[in-house]
Structures are given as C-alpha cells and as structure tokens.
C-alpha cells in the first residue's frame, strides 16, 4: 500500500527564511506526486506537481520541489519564504498506472511566517 | 469557471439525525471523491467514483454512502452521524491524476 510521510509537522521561519519541507513515500511502482497548499480556512489549491521528465519541477509562488528516486522523496523548497506563505501544506503521491487519481496524502506540515 | 461546489459549508447536527452534503462539478471529470480531513492525520478518501454509477470504498468507508446518478454530482450521505464524523469534509474531482477540491463543508455532530 501507498504511504506519504511528512516528518515536520509544524515549522515555523522568519520572512526571508529558506524553506525546505521533507516528503517521503512508500510505493513500488511509478509514481505521480504533488504537493498542495492550504491557506487558513480554505480549500487545498495545487502548488506544483510531478508526473515525469525533469526531476526539479517548479510551482506557483516560488515554490518548487524535487524528486529524488532513490531517496523516494519530494521535498518542497521556497528560498524566502513571505508572510503570506503561512499555511499549511500536504505532499500527495499517486499511482502513475491504473490508479492515477487516488491520492494518498501526508498529515500535512504547518508553516508559521513571523513577519 | 471551472469550480467544484459543496453545500453546506457548515452544519452542526444531532447524532443519528440523516444529512446529505452535495457536491457538484462543472468540469465534466468522471472521477470524483470524498476526503474528511482531521488534525494530524492529513486528508483521508472515503468514496470515490470512477463514473456514474461507479463507486468504490477509499480508505474510512465506514459509516458514509455516496451515489453517482449523474456525473456532475456526488453526494455523500451520513445515515445516521456520529461524533466521531466531526470533521471538515472535501469533495474533489480529477482528471489525468491532478485533483481539483472543493471548499470544504465543516461538520460538527453533537
């Protein structure tokens, strides 16, 4: 079975602080994998997303993440993070065959930006 | 706009009173599904549908039913809540593996 597992469950950075946020999952096969945003009290918006190709995929506002095969992870990366970054933010992995529109997500990680 | 909507957006209820929270999309996607989302546990599925009339258990089925009529709707049915079903729900629908949610629908059963 898929398994997503988000280490940091709340971090909390200054403005212009460097962001890394760690993902790692648990699955054989070929994977599609994503992370997602959650600005307080609203819906989970898609921040970028990895299908194949180049392993450094970018993403809205800054974001980007990279996908290391051999570590099975997909860490999320803003090199200075803003105030309004504070949300919370969920890495999701998928099966690229058959089941790609099963997500499986992690428990989320909190990010607080202290301006 | 392509949108997904729920209704309601927020509901407070009675053990074993019967609700159904609609969720209705736009995007003529096949694939929809259910999350609940609780602190510390991320977003979990509970139903999903390939098509109408297709339907399938996702991770916490257990006391939830869906119906797939049509394809733009996916309604999702608590026969009789519980309080352990006080959550914040999320309809979503795909296509080519990226999800698209809706606003969410906060439950409180008391």
């Known amino acids: 079975a898929q398994s997503v597992s988000q280490h940091n469950h709340h971090v909390i950075l200054s403005e212009a602080a460097s962001l890394e946020l760690g993902c790692n999952y648990s699955?054989?096969?070929?994977?599609?994998l994503f992370w997602y945003v959650q600005y307080p009290g609203q819906h989970l918006q898609l921040l970028l997303k990895y299908f194949s190709g180049d392993p450094l995929v970018k993403g809205i506002k800054g974001f980007e993440a990279e996908f290391i095969k051999s570590k099975f992870s997909f860490n999320l990366r803003k090199p200075s993070v803003q105030w309004s970054d504070t949300a919370e933010y969920f890495c999701?992995?998928?099966?690229?065959?058959?089941?790609?529109?099963?997500?499986?997500f992690g428990t989320g990680t909190r990010l607080t930006v202290i301006p | 706009e392509a949108q997904v909507t729920q209704n309601p957006r927020y509901l407070i209820t009675v053990t074993g009173k019967k609700l159904t929270v609609t969720c209705s999309q736009n995007m003529n996607h096949e694939y929809m599904s259910w999350y609940r989302q609780d602190p510390g546990l991320g977003l979990r599925q509970i139903y999903y549908s390939m098509n109408v009339e297709v339907t399938d258990k996702g991770d916490v089925p257990e006391g939830y039913k869906v119906s797939r009529k049509e394809k733009r709707n996916f309604p999702l049915i608590l026969e009789s809540p519980s309080p352990n079903q006080t959550s914040l729900y999320f309809c979503a629908t795909s296509r080519g593996g990226e999800q698209f949610f809706g606003p969410g629908t906060r439950l409180t059963v008391l």
């Open positions: 699955y054989g096969g070929t994977v599609n």
């Open positions: 999701a992995v998928s099966s690229a065959l058959g089941g790609a529109n099963n997500l499986f």
